[in-house]
């Protein structure tokens, strides 16, 4: 049994029937639960120290510290997989790519020390209340 676009469909939410308070919700809480899988376990110790340019525990594969550059590319790769669940969920390429740009943000402030670890948390909550809102005006 492999996986098919039939799987997908039957998952993801049909966004022409965000009408009603109860279709909203449903699909803030498909987000939330996206956002949750993304930030943790699929997050993982190497991209979770290593997005963050002050830090100095990631170590390559041949045992060289981490190159200061680098964390752009994990801080990339952690906004991706969250992309990649806005666009599974919705379907929607927009949000998908404000997702990116608004994690990357939110990340950045958390490792610059700007805001807390709840403060992040929220502020990525508060994103997908967004997009939410913005498929129901739409």
């Known amino acids: ?19 009603g308070i109860g279709s909203a919700l449903t699909l803030f809480f498909a987000l939330v639960i996206g956002h949750a899988f993304a930030d943790f376990p699929l997050q993982g110790d190497f991209l979770s120290h290593g997005k963050n340019r002050h830090s100095s525990v990631v170590r390559l594969a041949d045992g060289k510290a981490n ?4 964390w752009v590319y994990l801080m ?33 402030l958390k490792c610059e020390g700007r805001t807390s670890f709840a403060l992040d ?7 997908k209340a967004g997009f939410v809102v913005v498929i129901w005006l739409s």
């Open 1 to 19: 049994m492999g996986w098919n676009l039939g799987m997908l469909e039957a998952i993801t939410l049909p966004l022409s029937s965000i009408s």
């Open 67 to 70: 190159p200061g550059d680098l």
């Open 76 to 108: 990339s790769a952690h906004c991706l997989i969250h992309s990649g669940f806005v666009f599974a969920i919705t379907g929607m390429v927009v949000l998908a790519v404000a997702e990116f740009v608004l994690h990357f943000l939110i990340d950045v």
């Open 121 to 127: 948390q929220w502020l990525h909550v508060l994103c």
